[in-house]
């Protein structure tokens, strides 16, 4: 349902989309329920002439059955939101698989910076590539993220993803994901971080290997330095 207005693009987007439709129809049961019930009980026991209210202090077992009763059955839902939740957050936060790559990723006000590993594939080495708003993956691929912030909070979101995590002054966060289809999408601040959070915006460009690997060769620092050699 959510991907219907937000398209869904890695491996675990789906399921984050499912817990979060479990959590709104559970909820918004009770909450329906509730609300019907509530005015019904207005209307039904709204004042008469001749008629006195009752007092009813809930200790007799036939009120508090209205109590107990929803009280256990709101327990149950629980139980089924909280093990979605836990399974969720094991795959997405603490199950990492291994990587195809890893990128870095920079916060700061106001603008996201990336560092790319080149041909060799390695992060640290002379051929890293590095941008300024502007991510370059490779579909079908798993990325780990190493996120950083270089002032304040951030927050790395990434929509098409599912994915947002806070970047923490001081702190290196591992993250993942795995893209599952092509094209150029939204990367956010999710975090309130000064008067120009409004424009930390980026762009995360999907691509296909051969499209990648041709992205790859034209930004390598070899090939920038040949290109602007005299």
């Known amino acids: 349902m959510i991907d219907r207005y937000v398209e869904t693009l890695s491996t675990y987007a789906k399921d984050i989309d499912n817990l979060i439709l479990l959590i709104g129809v559970l ?21 008469k002439d001749g008629k006195r209210a009752e007092y009813i202090s809930g200790e007799e077992k036939s009120h508090k059955r209205w109590i107990s009763a929803p009280h256990l059955l ?36 106001w603008a996201w910076s990336f560092v790319h590993p080149g041909a060799d594939h390695e992060l ?17 691929k798993v990325y780990h993220f190493k996120l950083e912030a270089r002032d304040v909070i951030h927050s790395f979101s990434v929509p098409v993803f599912r994915l947002k995590q806070d970047a923490i002054p001081g702190r290196v966060i591992t993250g993942w994901f795995e893209p599952t289809g092509t094209g150029t999408y939204d990367i956010q601040c999710a975090e309130i971080c000064g008067i120009g959070h409004g424009v930390m915006v980026a762009r995360i460009v999907i691509e296909s290997p051969e499209r990648h690997a041709a992205w790859v060769a034209e930004q390598s620092p070899i090939t920038l330095a040949a290109a602007n050699r005299p």
């Open 27 to 47: 909820v918004g049961f009770w909450f329906i329920l509730c609300e019907v019930i509530f005015f019904y009980f207005i209307i039904h026991f709204r004042a």
């Open 74 to 109: 709101v327990l149950v839902c629980d139980v089924f939101i909280v093990v979605g939740a836990v399974k969720v957050w094991y795959e997405v936060k603490q199950q990492l698989p291994e990587p195809y790559e890893t990128v870095r990723i920079v916060g700061q006000q």
């Open 124 to 140: 640290g080495t002379a051929d890293d590539i590095k941008t300024v708003d502007e991510l370059h993956v490779e579909v079908g």
